[in-house]
């Protein structure tokens, strides 16, 4: 029977797996992601969103808060990797 992988082994897959190069976890840039992700969620689908302006607007801010806690301008989706930040910094603590 195998035994259970660690946290630290699980973290090591992950990061291998998804690799958020130069990502700042501090609280500021934790803070400022976390509170434009989640208003990005609250605000829900883009196709179903009563105000598309106010949707792209709360996207945009969220992208500006990636983009200073370290995300690289060449990554695909900012609402992905807001979502992986704020689970790491999460798991960091």
């Not at 709360?58 to 992905?80: F, P, Q, T, Y």
Request: hydrophobic share 45%; aromatic share 8%; proline share 3%.
């Amino acid at each position: 029977m195998m035994a259970r992988p660690t946290l630290r082994e699980i973290e090591q897959l992950n990061r291998a797996a998804c690799p958020m190069t130069d990502a700042d976890f501090n609280l500021r840039s934790f803070e400022r992601v976390d509170s434009a992700y989640m208003a990005l969620i609250r605000a829900g689908d883009f196709m179903d969103s009563a105000d598309p302006r106010a949707w792209i607007r709360k996207s945009n801010v969220l992208l500006d808060a990636c983009i200073d806690a370290g995300m690289r301008h060449d990554e695909c989706d900012h609402v992905l990797w807001a979502g992986e930040y704020v689970t790491r910094a999460l798991l960091a603590a």
